[in-house]
Antibody
Framework: QLQLQESGPGLVKPSETLSLTCTVSGGSIGRSSYYWGWIRQPPGKGLEWIGHIYYNGNTNYNPSLKSRVTMSVDMSKDQFSLKLSSVTAADTAVYYC??????????WGQGTLVAVSS | DIQMTQSPSTLSASVGDRVTITCRASQNIDSWLAWYQQKPGKAPKLLIFKASSLESGVPSRFSGSGSGTEFTLTISSLQPDDFATYYCQQSNSYPLTFGGGTKVEIK
């Protein structure tokens, strides 16, 4: 059974960079049929797609966040990562890592709350 | 970006009721629509993809229909485990976008 687990700081200061890692178990990031991505959900609000990365490093980011987002993949560890720079309080959210198949999310991590505050 | 609009935002229903949630896309997305269920404190769970295809393991009381710009999710007989928030998502093009959610509450 595929499992995804987010890890990273739960508190980030304004203007700094949010960094999260997702570890995949029960499967390999290197399978060619899937993309690996991130979605976030501010407390009490809806879902926002951040972007995804393919095992070869190709990325696709939400234009609304593109200038601040960087994703990377480490196939040797079956991990992929998210960096979001210049964060503000508006970036406070639960961040989910996920697997995307045919532009649909079929596996989700449990989510990790990241708060932006001084 | 394709805008997704769900209605209603909140729905009160009883166990055994037939429930219908509507999702409208701002442009034609053919059948590229998915539905998710989210319970408090949990990640969303995929229910339906390509408008009407049931994800493996999802009870058959859930069904989806529609194409183009208008879609529905129907729960034929609401069960206690179904009280949750439901989201639609267009999978036609990037950026992937979601509806605002429909919370199904106990009446």
């Amino acid at each position: 059974q595929l499992q995804l687990q987010e890890s990273g700081p739960g508190l980030v200061k304004p203007s700094e960079t949010l960094s999260l890692t997702c570890t995949v178990s029960g499967g390999s990031i290197g399978r060619s049929s899937y993309y690996w991505g991130w979605i976030r959900q501010p407390p009490g609000k809806g879902l926002e797609w951040i972007g995804h990365i393919y095992y070869n490093g190709n990325t696709n980011y939400n234009p609304s966040l593109k200038s601040r987002v960087t994703m990377s993949v480490d196939m040797s560890k079956d991990q992929f990562s998210l960096k979001l720079s210049s964060v503000t309080a508006a970036d406070t959210a639960v961040y989910y890592c996920l697997r995307i198949a045919a532009r649909v999310v079929d596996y989700w991590g449990q989510g990790t709350l990241v708060a932006v505050s001084s | 970006d394709i805008q997704m609009t769900q209605s209603p935002s909140t729905l009160s229903a009883s166990v055994g009721d037939r429930v219908t949630i509507t999702c409208r896309a701002s442009q034609n997305i053919d059948s590229w629509l998915a539905w998710y269920q989210q319970k408090p404190g949990k990640a969303p769970k995929l229910l339906i993809f390509k408008a009407s295809s049931l994800e493996s393991g999802v009870p058959s009381r859930f069904s989806g229909s529609g194409s183009g710009t208008e879609f529905t999710l129907t729960i034929s007989s609401l069960q206690p485990d179904d009280f949750a928030t439901y989201y639609c998502q267009q999978s036609n093009s990037y950026p992937l976008t979601f509806g605002g959610g429909t919370k199904v509450e106990i009446k």
